[in-house]
């Protein structure tokens, strides 16, 4: 049985959002930027980061992880169901990402603290909240996302919304989605969701285990 608390992680939450930093915490233009994504398979969340070069768009490396879920799923706080896989999977990475884009929202969110920023403070790497749908705030002319007088992020052409996660600005958060960008998400974003949905597949076939991605068997992707 979980133990779960959702009052006590809202307040972790908003304890965590005070360690943001909103400005680039590395050097523009970045050698390299990981893309990192999610597959379900019964109780257990399969982890995926593609690391991709910035200027030329060709895959680094990939990896791979599987984590037992055993947290319900409760909206704004699905952080806590999601990193440890996102973030074994980063750390399964021989190279250290330069910016991490994760599927998830950043700074557009009730307490400012989504599963991108979540990652962004646990592994102390630069973050971007790239997200299908929208979470929270108001969406203007433009696409600025906002609470009240707050800037929570910006809304791009094919329904993609981006924010800042940790330790980058909007600016050069949109910047590298943009230029990472040949079809709806950015590539590392685009690979990591494809290599996910794969893997999902040949579990469900018996092509692959959970055990093997959990002990680090399978890392070579095919993509």
């Given amino acids: 049985m979980s133990t779960f608390d959702p009052k006590k992680a809202v307040k972790v939450q908003k304890i965590l959002s005070k360690k943001i930093i909103e400005k680039d915490m590395f050097i523009f233009p970045p050698r390299n930027v990981a893309g990192v994504d999610l597959a379900y398979i019964g109780d257990y969340a399969i982890g995926v980061a593609v690391l991709m070069d ?5 895959i680094i490396e990939t990896a791979v992880s599987a984590h037992k879920i055993n947290i319900p799923y409760i909206p704004t706080l699905l952080a806590f169901r999601e990193i440890p896989a996102m973030a074994k999977a980063i750390k399964r990475l021989r190279t250290r990402p330069d910016v991490i884009l994760v599927d998830a929202h950043g700074k557009i969110h009730p307490r400012r603290f989504g599963a991108a920023s979540h990652l962004g403070v646990i592994l102390g790497i630069p973050t971007i909240g790239v997200a299908k749908s929208p979470l929270y705030g108001s969406i203007y002319d433009g696409g600025k996302i906002v609470d009240g007088d707050d800037l929570l992020g910006v809304k791009l052409n094919k329904n993609v919304y981006v924010s800042v996660g940790h330790m980058i600005s909007l600016d050069t958060a949109v910047k590298i989605v943009e230029k990472m960008r040949l079809y709806r998400l950015p590539e590392p974003l685009r690979r990591a969701h494809k290599a996910a949905e794969k893997i999902k597949n040949d579990v469900k076939l ?10 680090g ?3 070579n992707l095919n993509l």
């Fill in 54 to 58: 910035f200027d030329g768009l060709h």
């Fill in 206 to 215: 018996s092509r692959i285990s959970v055990e093997d991605i959990m002990g």
């Fill in 217 to 219: 068997k399978i890392s």
